[in-house]
Every structure is written in structure tokens, then in C-alpha cells.
């Protein structure tokens, strides 16, 4: 094996054992902890950043959402590394991120899980009929990377499963952004939480990649590699720049295929572009599955719990399901209801021939007004639609049983 694989930069973080923090944390009681390994020849690619102290610092902070300087050891009189330098040695060694104390209330660490499905926040919003086209109107209908226009999808940068108050209160944090980059988004169907992109790479997005906006507090854009590496501030203020974190992403076979690669610019809109703390938010979680040391993440979890989805309860992605499928039936209700109102007050009264039979069965519902009878057999037919989802739901879990069970 290739000594180079072998070398690892070992990043450090101070972590509170008890959590909700006080109004003044105080450092000297946090420990530390290794929170990521990233191999030295990953960083000397320059995959990521021409600066690699510069990127390890700007993804402590995101992780976190509190800045803070790199040192070489645990001494807080310790200078800060040199943050141009653009080669590290081949050879591995520790640094440590170091939170400024000023900052050190707003410490949160990032979900690691904002990607996944297995485990989700409740929320209520029904996805806006709007969102879809008003996103492709804003990116022109084209793909923000490949520029294609065919087979693209409105793909929410934070997840729509996250729902409203989870964005809310995100954007409302802001995470290690200024004042002057803050925009609050309370829906989670809210324009600037969308990006235009082409399928392939929407599957893609948070597992093989992500997006940087530069600048931040630790990077420029000209620290960033990409076409032409954009020397100069003052030509290019801000960039979005996609960074892929796996391999490059092919998308066709023929000789017109495109090639996703880490550095690619991303075409911005003028206006109505996602807020920079949504995608520092997802840049963090991605470093921490390809990066993060397995029982620090765990550790956080433990610690965090909830506090990790900003207070919004968790539930699991069935649950979450159940929950909507109840909301959707209950609105059907209220529709029908008010349709069967509408209908029932421009109606004539039709004379029908009534049985014995039917008389008797009629018996119970003498005197309910008839408003009370219509919402009452609409609340009935909305539960055995329930009911008959949660059994076919019931029998694929069952048939996935099986099939686990026989090796299938």
C-alpha cells in the first residue's frame, strides 16, 4: 500500500459533556475530541480548497457553527497555523480548532443525518404547487452545473422531510454567517431552498457531493480551485462552487458526456438564491460521513439528541408517512364535506321510494342534522382508506419479511 494513503490529518474540537449550554459556556471544561481524519493526500489534490488549513478551518466552524482559529496542540497561546500554505507534509498530525470564546454560546453542532431518510423531523407543509416551476423559472429551466435542460428537477437543499420549522430556525441561527448574508426562510417549499439540477445529480447530491459559497470567514473565492481559480476578489465578489467528495460524476456514454468534477462553478441567480447557511449546512454533514470519525459522531448524537434537529422532534420516516397520509385524509374531509354542502343547498329535494328495510336503518340517524350525517360518513370512508393503507402497508413489510428471512 502506498505509504501516502496511510497519513491522515487528525482534527481536534472542544465538546461540552452537558448540553443545553449557558449563556457564558466556559471552555476550560470542554474536552477534547477527534472529530476528523482526512488523508493528507486528499487535501494536498487541492480537491477542496488551494489553502487545505484554510478548508480544515472553514469546516470546523460549519460543523459547529462557531468560529474559531486551527493550532497545532491543545495550548490556546499557541499561533494559529499558517493558513497559506497551499502543500501539507506527508506525514500525519494532529491540529486543533479552537473556538473562539466570544462564540462559544452559539455553539450547535450540524445534524449528520439531514440527508437521511431513516430518521426525520415531523412537519405539516404540503409541498407548494409553485415551488417546481418558480424554481426552474429563477435558474432559466436549465441544470445550475451541466446546463441541460431536459430530465431536471426543483431539488430542495435542505430536504424537504426537514420541513418549515426546521429551516426556520436554521436560517434564523445562521450558523458562522454575517448579519449582512442573513435571510430567514420560514417554509420548507420557499423558493430560496431550491436548486435546479439535472435527476442523475439530484440522486447524487448529499451523498457523492455538495456546494461551497465563498467567501466565508476562512476562505475567498480565489482559495478555491476551479476554471481559471478566480485570483481575483474584486472579479468574482462570490462563488458557488460544487465539490464532489467520492469521484467524478459521469452523466451519458456518448462522446457529448459531461463530467461533474470537484471545483465545477455553479451558475447563481440574481435573486431568490438560497441563503449561504443552507448550504454550509449540508456541505458539514456530507464532511462528517466521508470524514468524521464514527464514535465522536456517535457521541454527539447521544449527547445532542434532538438539539441536533434545532428542537424539532424527531420521528422515524414511517411515522412521518402515517402522519401525512392522516393530514391528506383529513383534508380530503373537509373538502368533501364542504363540496357535499355546496351541492346539497342548490339541490332540489328528490322524492325516493323507501322499503321497511330502509326505514329501519334510518331509524338511529332521526333528528342529526344533516351537515353532522354528511361529515360523519365522510370521517367514516377517510378510515377505511386508513385502514386499508395501513394493511397493504402491513403486508409489504410482511413480504419484506419473508424475503429476509429466505436470503431473497
Not at 466556559?26 to 484554510?54: G, M, Q
Not at 441541460?148 to 430536504?159: F, G, K, Q, S, T
Not at 443552507?278 to 458539514?284: K, P, S
Amino acid at each position: 500500500m502506498d505509504p501516502a494513503a496511510l497519513t491522515i490529518v487528525r482534527v481536534f474540537v472542544q465538546l461540552p459533556d452537558n448540553v443545553p449550554l449557558g449563556p457564558n459556556p466556559d471552555l476550560a471544561h470542554w474536552e477534547w475530541h477527534h472529530i476528523l481524519s482526512i488523508p493528507v493526500s486528499v487535501l494536498n489534490e487541492h480537491r477542496f480548497s488551494l489553502k487545505p488549513y484554510k478548508w480544515i478551518r472553514f469546516v470546523a466552524g460549519v460543523i459547529f457553527s462557531v468560529e474559531g482559529d486551527l493550532k497545532p496542540s491543545k495550548r490556546s497561546e499557541d499561533v494559529p497555523c499558517d493558513y497559506d500554505i497551499s502543500e501539507l507534509a506527508n506525514e500525519s498530525f494532529d491540529v486543533h480548532y479552537h473556538i473562539f470564546p466570544q462564540h462559544a454560546a452559539r455553539f450547535q453542532p450540524v445534524d449528520p443525518d439531514i440527508f437521511s431518510e431513516r430518521l426525520t423531523v415531523t412537519h405539516s407543509s404540503s409541498c407548494a404547487s409553485s415551488y417546481a416551476p418558480d424554481v426552474a423559472d429563477r435558474d432559466g429551466g436549465r441544470c445550475v452545473l451541466t446546463g441541460n435542460v431536459e430530465a431536471c428537477d426543483a431539488v430542495h437543499v435542505i430536504p424537504r422531510i426537514k420541513g418549515d420549522e426546521y429551516i426556520g430556525t436554521l436560517t434564523e441561527r445562521n450558523g458562522v454567517r454575517g448579519e449582512a448574508e442573513k435571510v430567514v426562510v420560514d417554509e420548507i417549499d420557499d423558493i430560496r431552498n431550491g436548486i435546479y439540477l439535472q435527476t442523475h445529480l439530484h440522486r447524487r447530491y448529499g451523498l457523492d457531493f455538495a456546494f461551497l459559497q465563498t467567501p466565508n470567514f476562512a476562505m475567498l473565492p480565489s482559495d478555491v480551485p476551479g476554471p481559471g481559480n478566480v485570483p481575483d476578489p474584486a472579479v468574482a465578489p462570490t462563488r458557488c462552487t460544487v465539490h464532489v467528495f467520492k469521484r467524478s460524476i459521469l452523466l451519458g456514454a456518448t462522446e457529448q458526456r459531461v463530467i461533474v468534477e470537484s471545483g465545477s462553478s455553479v451558475r447563481t441567480a440574481n435573486a431568490n438564491w438560497p441563503p449561504p447557511v443552507l448550504f454550509d449546512a449540508t456541505y458539514a454533514s456530507l464532511v462528517l460521513n466521508t470524514f468524521g470519525v464514527r464514535a465522536t459522531v456517535d457521541a454527539i448524537k447521544d449527547v445532542w439528541q434532538d438539539k441536533l434537529t434545532l428542537g424539532v422532534p424527531l420521528k422515524t420516516a414511517r411515522e412521518h408517512q402515517r402522519l401525512k397520509l392522516e393530514e391528506r385524509r383529513a383534508r380530503q374531509t373537509r373538502e368533501r364535506a364542504e363540496q357535499a354542502d355546496g351541492r346539497g343547498e342548490r339541490a332540489h329535494v328528490r322524492n325516493q321510494a323507501l322499503d321497511d328495510l330502509d326505514l329501519l336503518f334510518l331509524i338511529p340517524y332521526l333528528g342529526v342534522p344533516p351537515q353532522r350525517l354528511r361529515e360523519y360518513w365522510a370521517e367514516q370512508r377517510a378510515e377505511r382508506e386508513l385502514d386499508e393503507q395501513r394493511q397493504s402497508e402491513a403486508k409489504v413489510s410482511e413480504w419484506r419479511d419473508r424475503c429476509a428471512t429466505g436470503g431473497l
